[in-house]
């Protein structure tokens, strides 16, 4: 079976973004694409009517987006999925079989809340495999892959998948490590060896990328890669954990995804 992106569509402005962006990785590394609309279950329909008329609209859905990415991609094998159940839980349960799953999201610079509801924010955190997080993005020019690390081997993974879409894209690399606006003065050195061992590691194994790094003294990590990532093409981040809400909340995951700047990738423990 041919691996594939899976792109959660829920019908929103924002979901054609998601539609197009998945389309555009799926094409660039020959993967299917496979476009998913997940209708709630019954008891979220006051009446009988409204779900066979949710349903109706996803099949509609479904249809024109699949034809309109055919025909913007000849070339790509896009499939389409209607399912019910609750939306994060289900689409979550797909992820094993993806080799991406994408997935909008309502929030953006500037929202309040903790949004510990949100579906794109549930999926990132219990997926098993990396999620793409595609916001509603402002008109303007973006520069840049943005990668936060810390000297951890989650981000060494996220550090190489930036470095990789970096050299694909003909993008410059801006690796990211924050050490708080309070750095014990032990740190500071520290802090430098983190960059410069990830600089090391991205020549090595990616020659031809044009590397920038930014340390952050003033933030924490979370602040941080929000700021370095508001112009980005592309931001990606490690995932601490395996599935499961309880480990991300209050994390860096959860800040950044809770303020998406840019599309947004999250990857998986190494």
Same mark, same amino acid.
């Given at each position: 079976m041919k691996k594939q992106i899976v792109a959660a569509l829920d019908g929103s402005k924002a979901g054609r973004n998601v539609a197009?962006? &998945?389309? =555009?990785?799926?094409?660039?590394?020959?993967?299917?694409?496979? +476009?998913?609309?997940?209708v709630p279950p019954d008891w979220a329909f006051p009446a009988r009517s409204e779900r066979k008329l949710a349903?109706?609209?996803?099949?509609?859905?479904?249809?024109?987006?699949?034809?309109?990415? &055919?025909? =913007?991609?000849?070339?790509?094998?896009?499939?389409?999925?209607? +399912?019910?159940?609750?939306p994060a839980e289900t689409l979550a349960g797909l992820s094993s079989?993806?080799?991406?799953?994408?997935?909008?999201?309502?929030r953006g610079p500037g929202t309040e809340g903790q949004g510990y509801g949100s579906v794109s924010f549930q999926i990132a955190v219990t997926s098993n495999c990396p999620v793409a997080v595609v916001p509603e993005m402002a008109s303007g020019v973006r520069k840049g892959v943005v990668v936060g690390v810390d000297g951890s081997s989650d981000s060494l993974v996220a550090l190489d998948l930036a470095a990789s879409e970096a050299q694909r894209m003909d993008e410059d690399l801006v690796i990211v490590h924050a050490s708080g606006p309070d750095p014990r003065p032990s740190s500071v050195?520290?802090?430098?060896?983190?960059?410069a061992d990830a600089v090391r590691n991205v020549k090595e194994r990616h020659p031809g990328v044009s590397v920038r790094e930014r340390l952050d003294t003033s933030r924490g990590p979370g602040e941080a890669l929000v700021a370095a990532a508001r112009d980005a093409r592309l931001l990606v981040m490690g995932c601490r954990g395996r599935g499961g809400l309880r480990v991300l909340l209050g994390s860096v995951a959860q800040h950044v995804l809770l303020n998406v700047q840019c599309p947004t990738i999250l990857t998986r423990p190494s």
């Amino acid at each position: 079976m041919k691996k594939q992106i899976v792109a959660a569509l829920d019908g929103s402005k924002a979901g054609r973004n998601v539609a197009d962006w &998945a389309a =555009a990785h799926a094409d660039a590394f020959g993967l299917a694409l496979n +476009l998913v609309h997940v209708v709630p279950p019954d008891w979220a329909f006051p009446a009988r009517s409204e779900r066979k008329l949710a349903i109706e609209r996803a099949e509609d859905l479904l249809g024109s987006e699949s034809g309109r990415i &055919a025909q =913007a991609y000849p070339g790509l094998e896009v499939s389409s999925t209607q +399912l019910s159940g609750e939306p994060a839980e289900t689409l979550a349960g797909l992820s094993s079989e993806a080799d991406m799953l994408v997935a909008g999201t309502d929030r953006g610079p500037g929202t309040e809340g903790q949004g510990y509801g949100s579906v794109s924010f549930q999926i990132a955190v219990t997926s098993n495999c990396p999620v793409a997080v595609v916001p509603e993005m402002a008109s303007g020019v973006r520069k840049g892959v943005v990668v936060g690390v810390d000297g951890s081997s989650d981000s060494l993974v996220a550090l190489d998948l930036a470095a990789s879409e970096a050299q694909r894209m003909d993008e410059d690399l801006v690796i990211v490590h924050a050490s708080g606006p309070d750095p014990r003065p032990s740190s500071v050195s520290g802090d430098s060896d983190v960059l410069a061992d990830a600089v090391r590691n991205v020549k090595e194994r990616h020659p031809g990328v044009s590397v920038r790094e930014r340390l952050d003294t003033s933030r924490g990590p979370g602040e941080a890669l929000v700021a370095a990532a508001r112009d980005a093409r592309l931001l990606v981040m490690g995932c601490r954990g395996r599935g499961g809400l309880r480990v991300l909340l209050g994390s860096v995951a959860q800040h950044v995804l809770l303020n998406v700047q840019c599309p947004t990738i999250l990857t998986r423990p190494s």
